[in-house]
């Protein structure tokens, strides 16, 4: 394939739209206090003369990109900040604003309210710990519907204000009227403001500790975890397709692609036509590419495990055609990988300028891979076919765009979790580099030898748990991905640590790594911290931005016990990624740009209150005050050579640590040396009576 253009006059093309350098607030990054014994080695102090600032250059970026080649995105599902880091000391956290204590009425939503209408009045909630006498390792999901997280923040005046999580919980239960709705009200009330810390989840606190976490990244839409799962490679989950094709009924809502299904799916056989949901998507449908409206005779997408996800004919996404970094990455070739493309008419409907502006660019592609747990065959699957059972179809990204999933040359980049281990194990990642994903599942790759971690065998059953409700958690709750409703989370801090073991042990690998630890959405957990209100969507709901996520950045040449308060969502990983692997922004792609500029209208202003600007109808991966990248969790000295790389033994977790559950035995915090910020301060930690963590799985304990 002829090049376009050389490599310096590429790099020359795009700086004017990547927009590296920018300056930063001297506060922008700040140290975590009491660096531990095995961390102090490592540690910089902010006062210390080989502290780098976080303002980086056009040479400190081609530095960077000298030295980091690969980029792994642990991509996590439903935690908010809080809810996991909100004790970490030196964040921005529910005790403190990460340099001084912070008490309950400086602190958004602290103290919450939901109703006891047995008894005719109202009852207040506050945050709590629950350990691993709870069993805090498994918990049931919270509301996180688009209308219920909307209902949670509750704007007001553009101002979320952070106050209903409690009373939309109990409400969403209690008003059936009926006692048991009133029970199971009350408990998911007090589990939504629930929270966790090291003895729990010790691997998470132990790479936030020893490296960069950053306490000021949201979901790049208020939904669940469909339309964040696309926006983590587009920056948008539609918007811009929205503004492109409006719907043409008198409901703005109904903006769907309407035609003939068939085909039998798990069981279900359908036929006759559906409607398609969004662009933009706002809850969690099936992607096109495997469902009943796909008619590809060989090479189908995989569906999702039966029983599970829901093919109902409603609940199908639309094909999506907007811009995303698969296809950027496609770079001067991309001519050459859209022309493989089963339907180009159907699936580059929208970024037909696009492909012309990258194919001018030139470059060479950049490699990458979407590893998720039951898209293909699987350990569990014991030399079996594939059986997707751990597959949760709704949480593959790329599967919705019909460039990729409807393209033998891209969809070879869709593969399973045990993929990814055999990968590294045969050193068979693409020697120049690449970008690299991966998300568990249902259940881990250990299952059924490895279930869920229970550690009181007398919570919430006082009585002790009996083998039937011992076998239902182990059914419900042995999955990898973090997601409370059916995950475990020590199994998935412990997915996270074999891959980073994995990395880290492959020398080559390691020196050249970037690794984000990261999540879609919050399950709808109470965090204190209001998102900034970007956009509005069809229905007239916040769409942009959503409740508050942990991200992590992991790195020989990271920040070591250090906190970034870089602002950004999803896009501030496409930003980084952008930066160091020399692509344009998707949001300076013409498709995108002129969407971005058709949406500040007043035909889409008027889904916005009164005033309201749409200006973020798309991506917003350009550096801005609003939107930066996470370049301020590298450390410039470690590049330069002031200060020299950290070893991958630093990342390191003994494997033997990794498959002992319960991870340090429950005393994670002591273990790994760090006191959570309620300790220091003498908080009573104060668990509501009869609490149950459960009240879905183990009802009869509400």
């Known amino acids: 394939m002829k090049m376009m253009l050389s490599g310096a006059t590429i790099l020359a093309s795009i700086a004017s739209f990547t927009a590296p350098a920018f300056s930063a607030s001297p506060s922008l990054v700040t140290t975590q206090p009491d660096p ?6 490592y540690f910089v102090a902010d006062a210390d003369p080989r502290w780098s600032d976080a303002n980086w250059s056009a040479d400190d970026l081609a530095l960077l990109r000298q030295k980091v080649k690969y980029v792994f995105v642990i991509f996590n599902e439903n935690r908010s900040f809080d809810h996991e880091y909100g004790t970490l000391p030196g964040v921005n956290g529910l005790y403190s604003d990460g340099k001084n204590p912070r008490g309950p ?67 969403r239960y209690a008003h059936s009227g009926s006692g048991q709705g009133e029970a199971m009200g009350k408990q998911f009330a007090r589990l939504v403001m629930a929270h966790i810390d090291c003895d729990t989840i010790p691997f998470f606190w132990r790479y936030a500790s020893r490296f960069t976490i950053f306490d000021n990244i949201f979901a790049t839409e208020d939904t669940p975890s469909t339309p964040n799962a696309v926006a983590m490679i587009a920056g948008q989950a539609g918007e811009t397709q929205w503004v492109k094709h ?50 590809t005779a060989t090479g189908r997408e995989p569906t999702g495990a039966a029983g599970k996800e829901s093919y109902n004919a409603a609940n199908i996404a639309s094909n999506l055609t907007f811009a995303s970094l698969p296809l950027s990455f496609m770079a001067g070739w991309i001519n050459w990988f859209t022309d493989q493309d089963r339907n180009p008419v159907f699936d580059l409907l929208d970024v037909k300028k696009d492909i012309a502006f990258i194919a001018n660019l030139g470059g060479e592609p950049v490699q990458w891979r979407w590893y998720q747990n039951g898209y293909d065959q699987e350990p569990t699957d014991k030399g079996g076919p594939a059986s997707h059972e751990n597959y949760v179809s709704h949480h593959n990204g790329p599967q919705y765009f019909g460039y990729i999933a409807n393209n033998p040359a891209e969809e070879t980049n869709l593969r399973g979790e045990g993929d990814f281990f055999a990968d590294l194990g045969k050193n068979a990642l693409p020697r120049n580099g690449g970008v690299f994903y991966l998300r568990g599942g249902y259940y881990n ?17 006082k009585n002790g748990l009996t083998p039937a409700e011992i076998a239902a958690i182990d059914v419900a709750k042995s999955g990898d991905d973090d997601h409370p409703s059916y995950s475990d989370s020590q199994l998935a801090e412990a997915m996270a640590a074999r891959a980073i073991n994995a990395i880290a042990a492959n020398k080559d690998v390691w020196e050249h790594s970037a690794i984000v630890i990261t ?16 956009s509005y969507g069809p229905d007239g709901l916040p769409i942009a931005r959503g409740i508050r996520i942990p991200l992590l950045l992991i790195s020989p040449y ?14 501030a990983v496409i930003e980084t990624i952008n ?19 058709a949406g500040d209208s007043a035909a889409f202003n008027a889904f916005a209150p009164a005033g309201f600007e749409q200006k973020f109808l798309g991506p917003r991966d350009a550096n801005s005050p609003i939107a930066e990248s996470l370049l301020s969790g590298f450390d410039k000295a470690r590049l330069s050579g002031a200060l020299p790389p950290l070893p991958a033994s630093y990342a390191m977790i003994p494997s033997d640590v990794v498959e002992t559950f319960p991870h340090y035995g429950g005393k994670g915090c002591a273990a790994i040396g760090v006191t959570p ?17 459960l009240p879905a799985t183990l009802p009869a304990y509400n």
Do not use: C
């Not at 990271?558 to 870089?566: I, M, N, Q, T």
């Not at 930066?579 to 500029?597: I, V």
């Open 579 to 597: 930066a160091l692997f020399g692509l344009p922004a998707l949001s300076s792609l013409p498709d995108e740009a002129e969407a971005l500029a």
């Open 36 to 41: 531990q014994a095995d961390v102090q080695p």
């Open 445 to 461: 790759l250990n299952y059924p030898k490895q279930t869920a971690i229970i550690q009181n065998p007398n919570y919430p059953n």
């Open 246 to 295: 409006p719907s043409a009924t008198a409901d703005p809502t109904q903006d769907g692609f309407t035609g003939a299904i068939s085909g039998t799916i798990n069981g279900k056989t359908y036929s006759g036509s559906a409607t398609t949901q969004g662009p933009p998507l706002v809850n969690d449908p099936q992607p096109w590419w495997g469902s009943e409206f796909d008619d």
């Open 519 to 534: 999540y879609d959405e919050s399950d709808g957990l109470y965090d204190h911290v209001a998102p900034r209100i970007l």
């Open 558 to 571: 990271a920040r070591v016990h250090a906190v970034s308060h870089a602002e950004g969502d999803h896009n």
């Open 105 to 171: 009425a400086d602190t958004p939503g602290f103290t919450q309210i939901y109703l006891d209408t047995s008894a005719g009045q109202s009852v207040t909630v506050q945050p709590f710990r629950v350990g691993p006498e709870q069993n805090s390792t498994i918990k049931d999901s919270t509301d996180h519907s688009h209308a219920g997280l909307a209902a949670k923040i509750d704007v007001k005046d553009g101002a979320p204000q952070m106050d209903r999580f409690a009373f939309v919980e109990w409400y």
């Open 677 to 693: 910020e309620d300790v220091r301060q003498g908080i009573q930690n104060v668990i509501p009576d009869g609490f149950n963590s």
